[in-house]
């Protein structure tokens, strides 16, 4: 008996060791790959590891080589398309054809000895938490995966602390997805005939627009709004401040400019208003637009719908409609489940209006087949809760006010105006180059862009890493560095060092925790650590010299590298202050010129250079003009233009930046 245990137990292991082994190995230069039950990973550590793409294979060139150079007949493979052009620095992923062998291919590349890097692309597992709600009717809300919302919800979810006034035609106070959102308090109408901010006769526009901004989250019923809060955990604070219907039309502007100044008086942090004039007048309403810039010269954020085209003759007169023509509120356009604007001949099965646009409108948000609240019973839009056909920029203006709401209960201490540059900088350019071509990053159908909430709100806090430690060993010497991580925020650095040895094109990967430690062998060697926070990276390297090995190196104009194409990249930090520094590559002489502009146009810096040699370039900004005078904070366009010595081609491209108090 006791023998037959013995060999059952030897059989189990046996099966154990079969199971966890590959069935087949190969290899692309020094990486490893295993095949496991018909799917192939790497090998790590003699273990199976991450899953890998047998069609794409990544590749980089030595520098100042591009694969439009490359001979693939002397190498023996079939000519691969490039996916995705080149990117990070000088990649290129390459479509395997089908039927060929990935890892055959990927080897006679490595044998030509003309890349740096030849390996199988990986996936990875998402470590960010996607906050899914559990409110019924969220799957039916395109406008939130749209504008990123679900990544935006690990930074917050709203803050009670925030005010929102949605000065319109009143707001169910009673809504069960809306009245613990509700600061009935301060709600109240500003109709003379009225005693109540409840809206009269069955109007249901601003429920709907309070919906969109602060319906209840993950309350297990309804819509999720964008700042809505957690369950029982209350969100943004709304304010019901009932400025219509009047008598004669839906808001009277007397009423809406004594909303404003109650507003004020209570120290709201923003005001949405989904309204706007039929026509622009030579002179707008003097008391309505005193209380406006009251309240803004009070820092209150002021988002304004940008208005609707309402028939075809309208179309050759799309101007964006006063209020939302001011230049010191935000402008609010709408688009499409495509990320078009909404236009008054599109395609959708809604083709009676259109968004107004031009070069007062600054960005655009979801403004069609909105799902949300309506007046809770059979007296709205519908015989139930909830609507699911708001449509109009008056649907897109609270997308902007709920992100403003968003952004401050992120940082509470932003002014309006930054949080105004935040949204505007950080927006999507939609369809560039393929349907809009944006100057100085705006573009007259949809301004800065769609809003991306994620991206705005990754940007309040950049992140960015050094790495600290000796910058050289004696051989059989022990050092240690450590990465320095500056970020505002909250959330889990993750860490991930690598490193290379003097004369290999390869990254070896080491620890993943905020030190690492090495030994200084016979080679020089360059360490690398990269740190990412949610969906935020960033790294830096250092060069460690061995000591003794005949003095530090000498850098000779020969081996510098020399980039294969122009680029001008995003400044870093995004938004700052007082210091930021641009980067940019230029593969051949060149005459050189890089200029600082203003929203309006204006050239505050400019740097030039008749003839500047081919590199890696950067220059920094201390945010003065070209007097020395510093600048105010708000969004700046900087603008490369860079003219060859050897083609006459001309590069030009311009990006924005955001300097913050």
Same mark, same amino acid.
């Given at each position: 008996?006791?023998?037959?245990?013995?060999?059952? *137990?030897?059989?189990?292991?046996?099966?154990?060791?079969?199971?966890?082994?590959?069935?087949?190995?190969?290899?692309?230069?020094?990486?490893?790959? $295993?095949?496991?039950?018909?799917?192939?990973?790497?090998?790590?550590? $003699?273990?199976?590891?991450?899953?890998?793409?047998?069609?794409?294979?990544?590749?980089?060139?030595?520098?100042? /080589?591009?694969?439009?150079?490359?001979?693939?007949?002397?190498?023996?493979?079939?000519?691969?398309?490039?996916?995705?052009?080149?990117?990070?620095?000088?990649?290129?992923?390459?479509?395997?054809?089908?039927?060929?062998?990935?890892?055959?291919?990927?080897?006679?590349?490595?044998?030509?000895?003309?890349?740096?890097?030849?390996?199988?692309?990986?996936?990875?597992?998402? &470590?960010?938490?996607?906050?899914?709600?559990?409110?019924?009717?969220?799957?039916? /809300?395109?406008?939130?995966?749209? *504008?990123?919302?679900?990544?935006?919800?690990?930074?917050?979810?709203?803050?009670?602390?925030?005010?929102?006034?949605?000065?319109?035609?009143?707001?169910?106070?009673?809504?069960?997805?809306?009245?613990?959102? *509700?600061?009935?308090?301060?709600?109240?109408?500003?109709? &003379?005939?009225?005693?109540?901010?409840?809206?009269?006769?069955?109007?249901?526009? $601003?429920?709907?627009?309070?919906?969109? *901004?602060?319906?209840?989250?993950?309350?297990?019923?309804?819509?999720?709004?964008?700042?809505?809060?957690?369950?029982?955990?209350?969100?943004?604070?709304?304010?019901?401040?009932?400025?219509?219907?009047?008598?004669?039309?839906?808001?009277?502007?007397?009423?809406?400019?004594? #909303?404003?100044?109650?507003?004020?008086?209570?120290?709201?942090?923003?005001?949405?208003?989904?309204?706007?004039?039929?026509?622009?007048?030579?002179?707008?309403?003097?008391?309505?637009?005193?209380?406006?810039?009251?309240?803004?010269?009070?820092?209150?954020?002021?988002?304004?719908?940008?208005?609707?085209?309402?028939?075809?003759?309208?179309?050759?007169?799309?101007?964006?409609?006063?209020?939302?023509?001011?230049?010191?509120?935000? #402008?609010?356009?709408?688009?499409?489940? /495509?990320?078009?604007?909404?236009?008054?001949?599109?395609?959708?099965?809604?083709?009676?209006?259109?968004?107004?646009?031009?070069?007062?409108?600054?960005?655009?948000?979801?403004?069609?087949?909105?799902?949300?609240?309506?007046?809770?019973?059979?007296?709205?839009?519908?015989?139930?809760?909830?609507?699911?056909?708001?449509? $109009?920029?008056s649907a897109a203006a609270p997308h902007v006010s709920a992100l403003a709401a968003l952004v401050l209960s992120h940082k509470p201490t932003l002014t309006a105006n930054e949080v105004k540059s935040l949204i505007l900088n950080n927006a999507g350019q939609v369809h560039s180059g393929t349907g809009y071509n944006y100057t100085y990053g705006f573009n007259q159908e949809v301004g800065n862009g769609r809003i991306d909430v994620s991206k705005t709100l990754d940007a309040i806090y950049p992140l960015s890493v050094t790495v600290n430690g000796p910058g050289d060993l004696a051989e059989g010497g022990t050092g240690t560095w450590s990465a320095n991580v500056i970020y505002g925020g909250s959330g889990t650095i993750n860490y991930a060092w690598d490193k290379k040895n003097d004369g290999s094109t390869y990254w070896y990967p080491l620890g993943s925790s905020q030190t690492q430690s090495l030994t200084m062998s016979s080679n020089s060697f360059t360490i690398r650590v990269t740190v990412h926070i949610g969906t935020q990276y960033s790294d830096d390297e250092k060069y460690i010299y061995r000591q003794g090995s005949g003095g530090f190196p000498k850098i000779r104009s020969d081996v510098l590298p020399v980039p294969d194409k122009y680029n001008l990249y995003q400044n870093h930090p995004n938004p700052f202050n007082p210091t930021t520094t641009i980067k940019y590559e230029l593969p051949e002489p060149s005459s050189v010129r890089l200029v600082v502009y203003d929203l309006r146009g204006n050239e505050l810096k400019t740097w030039e250079n008749g003839n500047e040699s081919p590199g890696f370039k950067q220059i920094n900004w201390q945010a003065t003009d070209t007097h020395g005078n510093k600048v105010p904070a708000g969004i700046y366009i900087y603008k490369l233009t860079a003219t060859s010595h050897e083609t006459n081609k001309v590069f030009s491209k311009s990006m924005k930046m955001v300097l913050m108090k």
């Open positions: 008996m006791r023998i037959l245990q013995y060999q059952k *137990i030897i059989l189990g292991f046996i099966l154990i060791n079969i199971m966890l082994a590959q069935d087949e190995v190969k290899s692309i230069g020094i990486r490893e790959y $295993g095949k496991w039950d018909r799917s192939w990973y790497t090998i790590i550590k $003699g273990e199976k590891g991450n899953l890998v793409d047998i069609y794409h294979l990544i590749v980089k060139r030595k520098e100042g /080589q591009t694969m439009a150079s490359f001979d693939f007949l002397k190498a023996d493979v079939p000519r691969l398309k490039d996916n995705r052009g080149r990117y990070a620095g000088g990649f290129y992923e390459l479509i395997i054809p089908e039927g060929a062998d990935p890892f055959s291919i990927g080897e006679k590349l490595v044998k030509t000895n003309e890349f740096d890097h030849v390996f199988m692309n990986t996936y990875s597992s998402v &470590s960010t938490h996607i906050v899914s709600p559990n409110d019924t009717m969220h799957s039916n /809300q395109w406008n939130l995966s749209k *504008i990123k919302m679900q990544h935006a919800w690990n930074y917050t979810k709203g803050s009670n602390t925030i005010k929102v006034a949605v000065i319109d035609m009143g707001i169910d106070l009673n809504h069960p997805d809306l009245n613990n959102n *509700i600061d009935a308090v301060n709600s109240r109408t500003f109709l &003379s005939d009225d005693t109540s901010a409840y809206p009269e006769n069955g109007n249901a526009h $601003g429920t709907m627009v309070a919906g969109i *901004i602060a319906a209840e989250l993950n309350n297990s019923i309804g819509i999720a709004g964008m700042a809505g809060g957690w369950g029982t955990t209350k969100g943004v604070s709304l304010i019901a401040l009932q400025a219509g219907p009047g008598p004669f039309g839906d808001i009277s502007n007397s009423a809406a400019a004594d #909303a404003f100044d109650w507003a004020d008086s209570i120290g709201v942090d923003i005001i949405n208003c989904s309204w706007n004039s039929k026509k622009n007048e030579t002179i707008p309403p003097p008391d309505l637009n005193t209380a406006i810039n009251n309240a803004e010269n009070s820092g209150i954020i002021i988002v304004f719908s940008s208005g609707n085209i309402e028939n075809v003759s309208d179309t050759s007169n799309s101007e964006v409609r006063y209020p939302a023509s001011k230049s010191e509120v935000i #402008a609010v356009g709408a688009t499409t489940i /495509q990320d078009y604007r909404k236009n008054y001949t599109d395609s959708t099965d809604i083709a009676t209006w259109g968004s107004r646009y031009g070069p007062k409108l600054d960005v655009v948000a979801p403004g069609i087949y909105i799902s949300t609240t309506d007046i809770s019973g059979t007296t709205g839009n519908s015989t139930g809760d909830y609507y699911s056909y708001f449509n $109009g920029t």
